[in-house]
């Protein structure tokens, strides 16, 4: 080799050419196609002339723009294009002439220098030329003498300039690799490469043969391209490596299925390279790889042999957590997939992975991928890019199949190796066991629980008798396969039953009770006997079929069959056209063989063998039920509260007691529904039609919380061992887990394509739309026919959408339709609108950002530039998607459920295949319904969107009348003799607290009952205070107590946190990954229904999503991540506002609420992030904007305003920093509006009207805040917070925000009732001596009918002179409350109200509690501790976290008191408060740097880039200095943004 004076001898040749002559690379002037491209410098202005001269003719002939030839036109050059195509058509004629003369010089110049220049030449030329400028026949004539010069020995400069001409022209012209690779070009390249001489040679014959293995990888394989691009691979840098890796990358990609051995000599080194730290290298190498063992996979001898090269060691390094290589997903599962296909065919990789411990690794990968927030992409259920079905893919391949196939030795190898090395066995099963059954558990699909159980069954089916119990000490594997019985799908019923047989026949004495107990006894005999199956935990096995079609239902969809949806040789496309393996009797004749060998005995007969815990449970919930059934209709009575009491003590002892209750006893009991019979007075499942008697029931209910909330809610009673509400709440959750089967819908792809729905808007979208026939109903005589044929329909509009756009094609009166065409007309232009917004978006990547409109499941996209927005634009486009808003999920009903406008009735019915359609579901949903009734998980078929839905309608039938009905209930009209009582009842929780509307779920299946439960102790719980302070009202009106000097109340409640369901959480943020699921109408129903009756079930992160998606439509897609990296949920939701266009905002500081104002009158309805600029200052972003929101914030603050109950007295008020009449409001319980009479126009000199306007804007400011994801600094009241979610307040409530008024109010009304209890049971006594408040008698107390402390607040019917007594006390009672929270703010909510919904409908926030909402709107009260202070502040540019500054900035910080806390935050971030989630949800990351100091370091001060939250600390020399200057800067240093 010669290589050391190469580089002497190549820059002497190069100095002797002209500059004008110097070969170049083709990446200079036009954009590379390869992974990288070697360069080689040049500086010839010459060349940069003519590269402009080219590129402009090249682009103007062939990819002119559309927008250049409109200006041309537009100046009136009319010849231009003509000119220029003929000025093309001359250069392409110049480059055939030059390219002949090169050629020709080649041909017949035999000296050296001569052919060197016309090398040079002809690089040059295919440098600045396009593909039109050559033909097949220039690149044919130039590769043989190409080829030639390439072998040219002698001159390494012709060699190099020859190969160089090679690779630009399979670059300009690809079709030259035919010709090239038919002229031997392939092997000359291996040849130079293999006897390397001279490395830039060598480089340039890489980046060839790069070039030419995309388009005839085949050749290149024969040639024995990959072992010479391989052989000297580590002599070349790192980029050259990748190169070299492309080309092998492009080779394996299309590997023929003959001839193995040229690739299979290139393993080893291939296998050697895995171990580089370069990812993208290490990606190419495990291409490769990859791509290998799936050409070899049915080969158990070629498996083998890469077996004995480390790949297996290698590629399991790769997959595992801590591997110092991040990976990218599709590369992660790739090499999960490669030890899958290893494992399936040889047994060395088997023995391989057990010795090395694969099992630990695997089993942390589950253990972490967490299925709720920690997957980056989609699922697919194909088990592409889907990590647990990878996982549960090599599961299955270690462990051999459990049924003997003939002539498969590799089984019966398998099974040998284990049963030789029982220790490796058991330390498989130990890590992997308990984590299955936690994925299982989790709400998983029916294809990733499929895999579980088989590899569950795999392993109990071939564990020792000693290992299982080791196995089942930390797991329930009974309540675990009870639960599995529930689901209906027959292979996973199969496969539990197989697992209950192995268990029994290896464990028969130590699990039969155990099943007995957890009821898998019961789930077999069920399978037998559906008329004797279980009353509620295995209701659903009695309805299924065991026939031919229901064994092979998967073989008829478009899914894969569960057969094979793990057979890792079987190709996709391939298992769905083979017959499902199931026989329709498998399942009954495994369940009669259990049944017959296992629990045969009398004493385990599911009629005859209820343990002892069971016949209890269900004893007691029969009295109760029949205690409710005999006092149904009786008046209530203490002898009637005494019986309640003492049965539900016994129950509550039984639940919360010492003895293990399983889930199967909890369900099965009966005690769920007894104890909803109870609460609701055996009305639960009733719709309650009609207002008599709704009162009566509404104070029974009442009473009947009282009585469970007192046994519940207070921890007195000896006999109950445990906390009894905790207790029963768990029990309803695992029941819950269990006996739900709400399925998930996936796609099948990532990717979606969009298309044009023609109803009901016309317009573009970006996912599939759904094909319809619609045709008139063969009865009715009222309609037209709709005579479009087939239509595309928007799958995620909802049925009544859809209905008012039939209705107006349809309808055969005149009038209407004279209308409908006019709307049509309006629609077209609206839809002509958007589809040019559309259109603008097709031109960018799918994954850019878009705006969109969908407003619980509508759908409405309108995609935005990156660039500022006309604000008329979006006005227009935003007002014709607020008329669209007529078809979303929600918008026609109320949190109740019934309509808010009688024109929402239904016009239309539809009927799909015989069956009425439900109006409150989108169209995509109530075909998902119909599909899914018999299969609990499934996967969408691509059938869903190529079939033509033949749907039927017909004329509603007076519906409204039922409506009304429904709805006079709710509305809870009641006459004016109950309204005295009603400010003391929580009326709006106890009439719909057990009125859950799900479309799809029966009404009288247990999980139902689970559900409404659940509701009833969660409304318990949090209106604990409420039902408390009314069993201490009882108490002292039946005079158990004498006196209410004391209102102190103990409720022991529980957290919110133990509502939530795990199960039900992780499928709706796997529902919410779903490509479909671009709004809530593109998932399935049970989502907006469980998210609307009962959002407590579901997470707060999970409820975060689902509100953005409902609101907004789908966020931006992610950018992936490696699977080794820690994939956490949202941090706060300042990130969320990344997929809209940003506008800028000029803001006075000296007018904040005019800037405000203003802002809010432009933007406030336009999906645009807003960024705040100062006038007269230099900054802007993030930290101005944060600011902005803060100083907004306190300028609703400041007193008079008007606008809250602080501001009716100066000495509420404290003095603010710049005038008299910034006084900022003292409110420690939070704001509260204050209370204006109605009729009232002016008061102290304020005009209402300009209340209702502040109020209307402070609505459109915290609307945009929860848009924008800004943090607020306004402190309201709880109460408020109940307003805004739209719930209903009560005297009780009056306490939150004024602590005084609302306990003397609960004092009155006690005096008020306990009078009338003591004179009901003793008629006719005297009860003057009631009448006294604290000793003093009312008439004494010189209490006029005026508001407490807004003596103007007097009612028009009440003289000046009237005082309150005890005979007029709950008048005056029932005026102070409907003053204070109803009549006299009612007003100032709407109008916030009315504000808020010009940024998105403020229904949305009702997923949400008052506190949770406090924190998205104003972030965390805590601020930071100690430990949060270390972990999520990053220290760069000089600090690190050891240096003695930072050690004295954090103590100094740790000791700041509260309100320098908000200082420092409001310094560094310009909020005074973190974003919800702390300081670990702060983005950007608090970030701490060293400041260079010019001056004296002490004399400095700290400074901050807030858009970034970056602190530049100087090095004080002490913790007192460094002190002074901190709380220096974050005091002086607020009010402005400069450069620093």
Known sequence: MQMGNRGHKRAETADELPADKRACTLSEFRPSTSNSSIQTPTNSTHETHDADMDSSSATSGSARSDGEGERDSAYGSCDSDNNYRDYYRRGSSGDQTKFNRVLSSLNEDHDESGQLAALTELCELLSFCTDNSLSGLMADSFSPVLVKLARHESNPNIMLLAIRAITYFCD?????????????????????????????????????????????????????????????????????????????????????????????????????????????????????????????????????????????????????????????????????????????????????????????????????????????????????????????????????????????????????????????????????????????????????????????????????????????????????????????DHHVLLLALQVVETLLQKLPDGLLDSFIKEGVCFAVDSLLSPKRSSQFMFSTLSAMEYSDDASQKSASRDARCLCFAFDTGQCPTISRTLTCKLDKDSIRNLAEHIKTSYFATEAINPEKGLTDILQKLKTLSSVLADLVNTHMNDTISEQHEEEFYCILLEIMSVLAGKDPISTFEFVESGIAKSLLNYLSNGQYMERKAGVDGACCQLCIVEKRFELLGNLLLSFRDPHIADFPLPALVRRLQSSLASLETFPVILSHSSRVRSSYATVPHGRGTSYPCLKVQFVKGEEDVFLGDYLKDVVNVDPFSTLTAIDGYMWSKVSVNKSEQAKSATLEESSSFRSRSLDSVESNSMLSHANEMQEERSFSGTGEIASVGDNLVNSADLKDLDNTVEQEQEGSVNKSTDSHGCSKNEDSSPKLFFNLEGQQLDHRLTLYQAIIQQQLKEEIDSSLSSKLWSQVYKISYRKAVNPKNNLAEQCSFQGHDFSSSDKATRSCQCVSFFSDIFYSDFADLNKFSPTYDMICLLKSLEGMNRLRYHVMSRDRMNSFLKCQIDNLYDWKVEAFGVSQSEFVNSKLTEKLEQQMRDPLAVSVGGMPSWCSQLMASCPFLFGFEARCKYFRLAAFGQPAVRHHVSYNDDVGGINGMRQNSGSYPRKKFLVHRNRILDSAAQMMNLHAHQRVVLEVEYNDEVGTGLGPTLEFYTLVSYEFQKGGLCLWREDHAASSCINGSEADNSKILVSPLGLFPRPWLPGVDISNGIQFSEVTKKFVLLGQIVGKALQDGRVLDLPFSKAFYKLILGKELTVYDIQSFDVELGRVLLEFQALIERKRYLESISPGKSSMDLDFFHGTRIEDLCLDFSLPGYPDYVPESVSDSKMVKMSNLQEYISFVVDATIRTGISRQVEAFKSGFDQVFPIRHLQVFTEGELERLLCGERELWDSNALVDHIKFDHGYTASSPPILNFLQIIQEFNYEQQRSFLRFVTGAPRLPSGGLASLNPKLTIVRKHCSKWVDTDLPSVMTCANYLKLPPYSSKERMKEKLLYAITEGQGSFHLS
Do not use: W
């Open 172 to 488: 300009v012209h690809p079709r030259s690799s035919a010709y090239l690779v038919r002229h031997d070009a392939v092997p000359a390249l291996c040849q130079r490469l293999l006897a390397i001489e001279y490395l830039d040679v060598a480089e340039q014959c890489l980046q060839a043969l790069e070039k030419i293995s995309r388009e005839q990888p085949l050749a290149c394989l024969q040639s024995g391209a990959i072992m010479a691009v391989l052989n000297y691979i580590d002599f070349f840098s790192t980029i050259v490596q990748r190169v070299a890796l492309s080309t092998v990358v492009n080779i394996c990609k299309k590997l023929p299925s003959e001839c193995p051995s040229p690739f299979m000599d290139a393993v080893p080194i291939l296998c050697k390279l895995l171990q580089y730290e370069d990812r993208q290298l290490v990606e190419s190498v495990s291409t490769c790889l990859i791509k290998i063992t799936e050409r070899v996979c049915h080969s158990s001898d070629m498996l083998d042999d890469l077996c004995k090269h480390g790949l297996v060691q290698q590629a399991t390094d790769l997959i595992n957590l801590n591997s110092r290589t991040s990976l990218s997903p599709p590369i992660y599962l790739g090499l999960i997939g490669l030890l899958a296909r290893l494992a399936s065919g040889s047994i060395v990789a088997v023995r391989t992975l057990f010795e090395i411990n694969v099992s630990s690794i695997l089993q942390d990968i589950v253990s972490r991928y967490d299925l709720a927030h920690g997957m980056p992409f989609n699922a697919m259920v194909d088990g592409q890019c889907n990590q647990v079905h990878e996982v549960l893919k090599l599961l299955n391949e270690l462990l051999p199949a459990t049924t003997r196939e003939q002539d498969n030795p590799l089984a019966s190898d398998k099974e040998a190796f284990l049963t030789s090395r029982p220790d490796l066995m058991q330390r498989f099963g130990l890590d992997l066991l308990p984590v299955l059954i936690r994925v299982v558990n989790s709400g998983v699909n029916l294809y990733v629980c499929y895999g579980c159980l088989s590899v569950i069954n795999k392993l109990v089916y071939f564990s020792k008798s000693d290992m299982l119990l080791d196995f089942l000490q930390s797991t329930n594997i009974s309540s675990f396969l009870a639960g599995v019985f529930t689901r209906k």
